[in-house]
C-alpha cells in the first residue's frame, strides 16, 4: 500500500475516529487514502488555524480522545502553530499532519516549501519530516506513543507528497500501538505527601489540569471526602470537584478567582498540589505572599515541573490517577486506624467565606452589565453544560460567575489564550459530543478573529450555542493600559453605514452569522437574556447549526483583578454583594 494509506490504517487502529482539516496539493495523496480508507469522518474547516483549534476541542471532550488536524504545505503549517503552541501550553494531544514539497526540491526554495519540522519543534513533543517513506508507520507509532505518555502534548508529522504517493510494505492487522509511559508515585512517597497533611491544621489540595487529563476526579472527590481537605481547582481543572461540593473552596487567582478561594487559600497552612503549572495568573507575580505560611507537596506527571516556579517541601513525579489511587488507599487505612485529623472546623470556615464574599450579578442597566449576562447564563445552562472559551474579560468574568459541576465541562484555553479559538474549539468539543449542550463564550474581538469557521457548523450541521459579550472593546487591554494611563488603539466602535440601528458598536453581527448561514439573536435589555438563551437552544436543536446570542454591553466595565499581581490585592471595581438579591444564581446563599 502506499505510504499514505498506511498512515490512515494506523489512526484507525489507535482509535480516531474523526480529523479536521483543508486539503491541498501536497497533502492530496493522504486525502485519497483517507477517502479510500474509510473510518475517519473529516469535517472541512475555513481556515487551517481553526482546524488545529477544532482538534483541541475534540481531543479535551473525552478521555482518550486525539484530535487530529491536517494540512498541506507551506501557509498550511505555519497557521497550525498557534494551535500546537496552545495545545502544548495546556497539555493537550493533538496530531498535526501536513503535506510537503517533494524531498529533492525541498531544499531549493520550491513553492510553499518550508521547514515546518524546525518551526514546530518549540512547541511540539516531536515534529518531524518523513523523507524514507518505509518509516511513515514508525513515526506515526511513535507520535501516539509520544502524545499519550509523560505529560501529554501535540506532534507534527510532514509528509513529502512523494512519501506519500511510494509503495511500502506495511501489514495493519498486526499493528500494535506502543506501551504508554506514565510515572507513578510510589507507596512510600505518598506516606511521605500525607504526612504533611496530618500535621497541618488548615490544609488544601489545590487541583490542577492534569487531574482532568488523568480521568481522577472521582478519586480526586473520594480522597478530599476522606481527609474532609477543601479543594481549590485551578481554572484548567475546573470542574474536578462539582461546585456546590462542600469540600470546593473556590477558584484562587489574581484574575480567574472567586472573593471567598483567594480568602481561603490565604487562611491555609498547607497545600497538596495535583497535576497543575502554578501558573501566574493563579499564583500571581507575588510568590512571597502565594508562599508564606505555608508548607507545599507538588505532584506532576512532568518531573522537571516540580521546582519550575518555587520549590515546595517536597516534589513526586506521578501521573495524577495512579497518585491518587495510592492518595485514597493510604488514606482508607489511616480512617479505620482512627488517625485522620478532624476537619469539620476548617472546611465550615471555608463554606462560611464562600456564604460571605460575593459578587454583585444582579444589575437591570441598559446597555447590560456583564454580569447579568452570565447570572442568565446560570439559570438557562444546567450541570450537564460544557463551556468553551479562551481569553478576555468575558473569559475572567465568566470563570468568577459560572458554574462548573464536572470535568471536562470548562473548556478553557489557559495558557495560550489566542483570540479566534473560542468557535473552532466549540466546535471540535461539539463534534465529539453531539448530543451535549456546548455553550461558547466570548467577546466581540475573540469572536471576529475566526468568525468564518461558523460556516463549519453550518455546513456539517454542527449546534451550539454561542454567547457574544459586545463592547466594541478590546476590554482585558483597556483595563491593563489603564495602569499605562492610555487608552489607546482599543476601542473597535464605528457608525455602520450599512445597520444606523447599532449605533458605535460597530460589526452587525447578527447580520454576519446569518449570512455564514447561522442563527443569531441581538439582547439589549437584561429581561431578554433568559429567553433569549431559551430560544437559542430551541433553534440549535431545530436547524442544528450554531446559534448565537449576542449582548449588548456598557462599553466600560472593569472586571475584578489584581493590579499588582498579588492574590492579596484584588481591585473590586463594581459594587458588592450585600444581600441574597445581588447574586440570586450564586452557589451559597449571601450570608
Keep these: 500500500m502506499t505510504a499514505a494509506r498506511a498512515a490512515v490504517e494506523i489512526l484507525k487502529r489507535e482509535g480516531v475516529t474523526s480529523a479536521f482539516g483543508v486539503p491541498g496539493a501536497a497533502i492530496n495523496p493522504f486525502y485519497k487514502a483517507l477517502k479510500e480508507g474509510g473510518g475517519i469522518d473529516h469535517t472541512l474547516a475555513r481556515h487551517v488555524e481553526g ?41 493537550i494531544p493533538i496530531l498535526c499532519i501536513t ?27 516531536a515534529a518531524t519530516t518523513v523523507l524514507e517513506a518505509a518509516q511513515v508507520p514508525g513515526v506515526f507509532q511513535q507520535a501516539f506513543h509520544l502524545m499519550r505518555s509523560g505529560r501529554p502534548g501535540p506532534v507534527l508529522i510532514d509528509l513529502p507528497i512523494d512519501v506519500q504517493l511510494a509503495e511500502i510494505d506495511f501489514d495493519p492487522e498486526t499493528y500494535e500501538p506502543l506501551p504508554v509511559y506514565k510515572p507513578a508515585a510510589t507507596r512510600a512517597q505518598i506516606e511521605k505527601a500525607i504526612s504533611f497533611l ?17 480521568d481522577a476526579a472521582d478519586l480526586l472527590v473520594e480522597f478530599a471526602e476522606l481527609t474532609g481537605t477543601p479543594v481549590i481547582p485551578t481554572l484548567m481543572g475546573w470542574g474536578a470537584i462539582p461546585d456546590d461540593h462542600e469540600l470546593n473552596a473556590g477558584m484562587v487567582g489574581v484574575q480567574t478567582s472567586h472573593r471567598y478561594g483567594n480568602a481561603n487559600f490565604l487562611e491555609s497552612d498547607f497545600v497538596l498540589g495535583i497535576g497543575n503549572r502554578w501558573a501566574n495568573r493563579h499564583t500571581g507575580y507575588k510568590l512571597d505572599v502565594y508562599t508564606k505560611g505555608r508548607k507545599f507537596v507538588h505532584v506532576d506527571i512532568e518531573p522537571t515541573q516540580i521546582g519550575k516556579i518555587f520549590a515546595p517541601d517536597y516534589g513526586i513525579a506521578s501521573d495524577a490517577r495512579a497518585a491518587l489511587e495510592l492518595f485514597v488507599e493510604v488514606a482508607k487505612e489511616l480512617k479505620a486506624a482512627g488517625k485522620l485529623p478532624d476537619r469539620t472546623a476548617w472546611v465550615a470556615s471555608t ?33 450537564e453544560t460544557r463551556y468553551v472559551t479562551t481569553i478576555g474579560l468575558s473569559q475572567i468574568a465568566g470563570a468568577q460567575m459560572l458554574h462548573v459541576y464536572k470535568p471536562r465541562h470548562w473548556i478553557n484555553c489557559g495558557q ?94 447578527v447580520k454576519v452569522v446569518e449570512g ?60 458588592l454583594a450585600t444581600e441574597p438579591a ?4 450564586a452557589i451559597r446563599p449571601l450570608s
Design 416 to 509: 495560550a489564550g489566542p483570540l479566534g479559538w473560542t468557535i473552532p474549539a466549540a466546535l471540535g468539543v461539539a463534534k465529539a459530543d453531539p448530543e451535549a449542550q456546548v455553550v461558547a463564550l466570548s467577546g466581540d474581538y475573540d469572536f471576529q478573529f475566526m468568525i468564518e469557521e461558523l460556516a463549519v457548523g453550518a455546513q456539517h450541521r454542527i449546534p451550539y450555542v454561542h454567547v457574544l459579550v459586545n463592547n466594541s472593546y478590546l476590554g482585558l487591554i483597556r483595563q491593563a493600559q489603564a495602569g499605562l494611563d492610555i487608552n489607546f488603539q482599543v476601542n473597535l466602535e464605528f457608525e455602520n453605514i450599512n445597520s444606523p440601528e447599532l449605533g458605535v458598536y460597530g460589526v452587525d453581527h
Design 582 to 585: 445581588h447574586a440570586p444564581t
Design 351 to 383: 463554606q462560611e467565606r464562600k456564604a460571605a464574599l460575593q459578587r454583585r450579578t444582579h444589575f437591570d442597566n441598559v446597555p447590560l452589565k456583564p454580569q447579568r449576562v452570565y447570572e442568565e447564563m446560570n439559570r438557562a445552562f444546567g450541570p
Design 198 to 214: 496530618l500535621e497541618s491544621e488548615r490544609p488544601l489540595i489545590v487541583a490542577g489540569g492534569g487531574i482532568i487529563s488523568a
Design 51 to 91: 482546524a488545529s483549534h477544532m482538534a483541541e476541542g475534540y481531543t479535551r471532550t473525552h478521555p482518550g480522545n486525539i484530535g487530529v488536524c491536517i494540512g498541506t504545505s507551506g501557509p498550511a503549517g505555519t497557521d497550525m502553530i498557534t494551535g500546537l503552541y496552545s495545545a502544548i501550553g495546556d497539555s
Design 516 to 575: 455564514l448561514g447561522c442563527k443569531a439573536i441581538r439582547v439589549t435589555e437584561p429581561d431578554q437574556l433568559l429567553p433569549a438563551f431559551e430560544e437559542a437552544k430551541k433553534l440549535a436543536a431545530e436547524y442544528r447549526v450554531p446559534v448565537v446570542v449576542e449582548a449588548i454591553l456598557e462599553r466600560v466595565t472593569n472586571i475584578s483583578m489584581s493590579r499588582t499581581m498579588d492574590i492579596s490585592d484584588i481591585t473590586e471595581w463594581e459594587e
Design 99 to 125: 503535506g510537503q514539497a517533494p524531498t529533492h526540491v525541498i531544499h531549493k526554495e520550491d513553492f510553499q516549501a518550508v521547514d515546518i519540522a524546525s518551526i514546530a519543534k518549540p512547541v511540539t513533543k
